[in-house]
């Protein structure tokens, strides 16, 4: 497997860390993963890539090592322009903007704001809230009442944050709903990738979990920011058994956007499609492509 280059872009405020693998004079992929998952935890999937594209993933603030808490205010807007600032300073030309769930709503946002730095948008199932109706209130709960109401704020808060060893934390997760399907070799990236080891030779977790809760907190309904994309050719992927969108849904909504949005169902996958079925995401993308 091909080793991607660690790279770090300092802001006034925070240090952002990106990797880059590939050819380095070919088309290149910006690539931003799900919610708490650095995006080595991609390294697999974005290989099937590096042949035929520079590929950039960088990881948000909550995977860094030097971050602060969750500026108020910050929002999927702040994660945007970090977003900016990335592409900005590691490619010199428009990039495919490549990102599953998380990723790929915040990367959603950055081509809306600065569409002069994509050329395509690839959106795996990205993240959003079920209806307008609650994109309404959502972010102006009060803290401790999205805490409470919402099981997966109050799991990622709760979650155990240091283990004895990568094994250990493997064996807890292998089967939790979120990681069941993964293949044996993401779990493994994830339990690699996921996990650092502290000075008293314990494993923490790198994406920090207040971190995690707030970017839960600040999910948007994605199709009114889509109406409001640039013209760009689009490719969006939902997974068959997504737990975000249902088919009627998402075939309703697909012939309301413009000729250059593509939406697409794969068959036998979930929701962390390109941890799950790397071959058959790949497949999907390349085809479009």
Same mark, same amino acid.
């Given at each position: 497997?091909?080793?991607? &280059? ?29 919610? +708490? ?31 602060? @808490? ?28 490549? +990102? ?10 950055? %081509? ?7 050329? &395509? ?14 994109? /309404? ?10 805490? #409470? ?14 283990? %004895? ?6 064996? #807890?997760?292998? %089967?939790?709903? @979120?990681? &069941? ?9 994830? *339990? ?9 030779? #314990? ?13 839960? /907190? ?20 939902? *997974? ?5 969108? %249902? ?38 993308? #390349?085809?479009?492509?």
């Amino acid at each position: 497997m091909k080793q991607p &280059k660690l790279e770090y872009l300092r802001t006034d405020k925070a240090l952002l860390p990106y990797y880059s693998l590939g050819q380095q004079n070919a088309e290149s992929i910006h690539f931003t993963g799900a919610n +708490g998952f650095p995006v080595l935890v991609y390294q697999h999937f974005l290989n099937q890539f590096s042949t035929d594209h520079r590929v950039v993933a960088a990881d948000c603030r909550g995977a860094s090592k030097q971050r602060n @808490t969750p500026p108020q205010d910050f929002g999927f807007n702040g994660l945007a322009s970090d977003l900016i600032t990335v592409i900005e300073n590691t490619h010199s030309a428009p990039v495919i903007g490549m +990102g599953h769930s998380f990723g790929a709503h915040v990367t959603l946002l950055a %081509s809306i704001r600065r569409p002069d730095l994509f050329k &395509k948008l690839i959106l795996i199932e990205p993240a959003s809230l079920p209806n307008r109706i609650l994109d /309404s209130f959502y972010r102006h709960l009060p803290t401790w009442l999205l805490h #409470r109401m919402v099981p997966m704020i109050k799991n990622t808060l709760q979650r155990k944050r240091t283990w %004895s060893s990568r094994d250990s934390f493997k064996s #807890r997760y292998k %089967s939790h709903p @979120t990681f &069941k399907h993964f293949t044996t070799q993401s779990m493994e990236s994830y *339990a690699q990738s996921g996990l650092t080891e502290d000075v008293n030779g #314990r494993y923490e977790l790198v994406f920090d979990p207040i971190w995690e809760a707030y970017i839960f /907190s600040q999910v948007e309904y994605i199709w009114k920011n889509l109406k409001n994309a640039p013209l760009l050719p689009t490719l969006f992927i939902k *997974a068959e058994h997504s737990y975000l969108y %249902s088919s009627q849904t998402f075939h309703r909504e697909n012939k309301k956007l413009s000729p250059e949005f593509i939406g697409i169902e794969v068959a036998n996958t979930y929701h962390m499609i390109p941890l799950e079925d790397p071959e058959a995401c790949t497949d999907a993308i #390349r085809t479009w492509l």
